[in-house]
């Protein structure tokens, strides 16, 4: 069965600690993406991969990490610099081949910092 | 930079009401369209897409057509459920390289019985 799975569904953090989302997806999708929703602020991209062992800054990027060591695996660090880090993550993926541009996205992460 | 605007509400209608959800978009050339709907508690699902100007993108009774000229992309059903409730993305993709996509803030719809 095909899909992003995306855990802990829910995480709750100290403030000052490091956390990691894991993302994973048997697409066999070549992008991957990190997406930010806040209430009203619809998604704001934070980090994207198009090929392993590489990966660009979104326009949110500052607080947050990225490593991409395997096609199916896309994992996000959200660091004590990250100032407001409570908000609902989001990850997505798109196949390269064929011009294909939709993305598909994981059912998120719910970070709560207490 | 390329931008989003859509209705924002929350809207609330009575079921087999008429849906029309505003959106409108700034680019350069010419991107991908997309709407995208969220569950309570869950992530994004595509909805509907067009690539090109004049593309209509339809699914489960909702449709959305590409307008160059009005640089518009609105949402519409003509009767909606109670299952319809959900918050509502309007999105473009960006084709310089990355493809990433820029979002709408979204729009809330509860449909009652």
């Known amino acids: 069965d095909g899909g992003i799975t995306q855990s802990p569904k829910y995480l709750f953090r100290k403030e000052g600690q490091n956390v990691t989302l894991s993302c994973e997806q048997n697409?066999?999708?070549?992008?991957m993406y990190w997406y930010r929703q806040d209430p009203g602020q619809g998604l704001r991209l934070i980090y994207y991969?198009?090929?392993?062992?590489?990966?660009q800054k979104g326009d949110i990027a500052e607080g947050y990490s990225v490593s991409r060591e395997k096609k199916e695996s896309f994992p996000l660090t959200v660091t004590s610099a990250q100032k407001n880090p409570t908000a609902f993550y989001l990850c997505?993926?798109?196949?390269?081949?064929?011009?294909?541009?939709?993305?598909?996205f994981g059912p998120g992460t719910r970070l709560t910092v207490l | 930079g390329n931008s989003v605007t859509q209705m924002e509400g929350p809207v609330t209608l009575s079921e087999e009401a008429f849906l029309t959800i505003n959106c409108t978009y700034t680019?350069?050339?010419?991107?991908?369209l997309f709407w995208y709907v969220q569950y309570p508690g869950e992530g994004l699902q595509l909805l509907l897409k067009?690539?090109?100007?004049?593309d209509k993108g339809s699914n489960k009774g909702f449709e959305a057509t590409y307008r160059k000229e009005t640089t518009s992309f609105h949402l519409e059903k003509g009767s909606v459920q109670v299952s319809d409730s959900a918050v509502y993305f309007c999105?473009?993709?960006?084709?310089?390289?990355?493809?990433?996509?820029?979002f709408g803030k979204g729009m809330k719809l509860t449909v009652n019985p």
């Open positions: 997505a993926s798109r196949g390269l081949r064929d011009a294909e541009d939709t993305q598909y």
């Open positions: 697409l066999n999708h070549d992008a």
């Open positions: 991969s198009q090929i392993v062992n590489d990966f």
């Open positions: 680019a350069t050339g010419y991107p991908s």
């Open positions: 067009a690539t090109k100007a004049d």
């Open positions: 999105a473009l993709s960006d084709k310089g390289g990355s493809e990433k996509l820029v």
